[in-house]
């Protein structure tokens, strides 16, 4: 079955640009979505469609996706967007959802 | 605006069954697929099954087949996910989440709250 594979942490200073990686043979070729998950609350959707984002994101989150990779990037980060993301793709073969392992986000 | 709630917290005995509720409202109950996903402690996500509520189609994970069963009711827009013959690692947050189709494939614009489901004797 379908496998995406995440770094198991990323830290980035406030600030600055923290990008979060997803792998997967030819991403490209599928759409990735993206969710936060902050501790104790449900996953919210950040990023559909590689790159567009739902209503109420913020443009400091972007995406984008070629090859075997695709990218969360978020500029500017703050306090605030310390979390777990996981990114998400549809495996067409199996009719069914598939997700990375996440990435927690450490604001240092 | 769409709102999934779910049922309360349950606790329950291994061997026996679960059954989680998710009522939604601000959008047409028959339009939409929803998905089933659980959270262990301090895990990531994992999908269990869909259900197409237009049809009652369904499709499940392997590793819950035989003791998973995802059912709607329209007259009330709830969906409900039963499982059945719970052991202690079935213990997490179990979410529902709406999906929608975009260009690339499904994903989930709206998710419940979720429900903790506790199993241990």
């Known amino acids: 079955s379908y496998v995406l594979t995440q770094p198991p942490s990323v830290s980035v200073a406030p600030g600055q640009t923290a990008r979060i990686t997803c792998g997967g043979n030819?991403?490209?070729?599928?759409?990735v979505s993206w969710y936060q998950q902050k501790p104790g609350q449900a996953p919210v959707l950040v990023l559909y469609d590689d790159s567009d984002r739902p209503s109420g994101i913020p443009e400091r989150f972007s995406g984008s996706n070629s090859g075997n990779t695709a990218t969360l990037t978020i500029s500017r980060v703050a306090a605030g967007d310390e979390a777990d993301y996981y990114c998400?793709?549809?495996?067409?073969?199996?009719?069914?959802?598939?997700f990375g392992g996440g990435t927690k986000l450490t604001v240092l | 605006q769409v709102q999934l709630v779910q049922s309360g917290a349950e606790v329950k005995k291994p061997g026996a069954s679960v059954k989680v509720s998710c009522k939604t409202s601000g959008y047409t109950f028959t339009s939409n697929v929803l998905t089933w996903v659980r959270q262990a402690p301090g895990q990531g996500l994992e999908w269990m099954g869909w259900?197409?509520?237009?049809?009652?189609?369904?499709n499940y994970a392997q590793k819950f087949q035989g003791r998973l069963t995802l059912t709607t009711d329209t007259s009330t827009s709830t969906a409900y996910m039963e499982l059945r013959r719970l052991r202690s690692d079935d213990s997490a947050i179990y979410y529902c989440a709406r999906d929608v189709l975009g260009m690339g494939g499904f994903y989930f614009d709206n998710w419940g709250q979720g429900t903790l489901v506790t199993v241990s004797s």
């Open positions: 030819n991403l490209g070729s599928k759409g």
């Open positions: 998400h793709v549809w495996d067409s073969s199996g009719d069914h959802p598939v």
């Open positions: 259900i197409s509520v237009n049809n009652g189609n369904t």
